[in-house]
């Protein structure tokens, strides 16, 4: 049990934890002199083309993460019982991210950009029907008024406390 949570917190670290300290990094070194970057993270070369290409290898890492993510979550009682399925996890992001293998690049070159590219149109139109759903301003008031509504059910403190001061009385 104990090994499971560090295993997980481990594969949290590698698969979340380093990418996104790592794309912090990309982000702010234009704008950041060299000084706050710690030595083993700073690029060795700042030259625009690198700095493209490693936004562009992290950009493709978490466009392929978030569909393993979201791939586990929607077979997570199936995937359970999958014996060292969090090391498993573990040795995959590192093998994603990894600049030797570029297992991410492999990743979306051969499934994910294909597989995007062909239905294209069809996600734009689904994506643009439920922005435009999300925009109007009365499915939010909606939404917030059946919030209250529920809210408002709800008993107040002093009448959890009152009835169960009465309780102890009894």
């Known amino acids: 049990m104990i090994l499971n949570a560090g295993l997980e917190l481990l594969s949290a670290a590698v698969g979340v934890g380093f990418p996104v300290y790592k794309t912090f990094l990309l982000l702010e070194l234009p704008t950041k002199t060299k ?21 562009r290898q992290l950009l493709i890492y978490w466009s ?21 399925l969090t090391p498993i ?12 293998t570029l297992g991410a690049e492999y990743i979306y070159e051969e499934y994910l950009k294909p597989f995007l590219t062909q239905y294209k149109t069809p996600i734009h139109k689904f994506l ?43």
């Not at 000084?35 to 936004?55: A, C, G, M, T, W």
């Not at 040795?91 to 600049?99: A, E, F, G, Q, Y």
Request: aromatic residues 12%; hydrophobic residues 40%; proline residues 5%.
């Open 64 to 84: 392929v993460y978030g569909c393993i993510t979201a791939i586990e979550r929607s077979f997570s009682s199936v995937l359970r019982w999958i014996p060292f």
């Open 128 to 170: 643009g029907a439920v922005g435009s759903k999300l925009s109007d301003d009365s499915l939010i008031t909606k939404g917030w008024n059946i919030i209250r509504a529920f809210l408002s059910k709800l008993p107040a403190a002093e009448e959890v406390t009152d009835k169960s001061s009465d309780s102890k009385k009894d």
């Open 35 to 55: 000084r706050f970057i710690p030595v083993p993270f700073q690029s060795k070369d700042l030259e625009q083309e690198k700095y493209e290409k490693e936004k």
């Open 89 to 100: 996890k573990i040795v995959l992001w590192i093998w994603l991210l990894h600049p030797k």
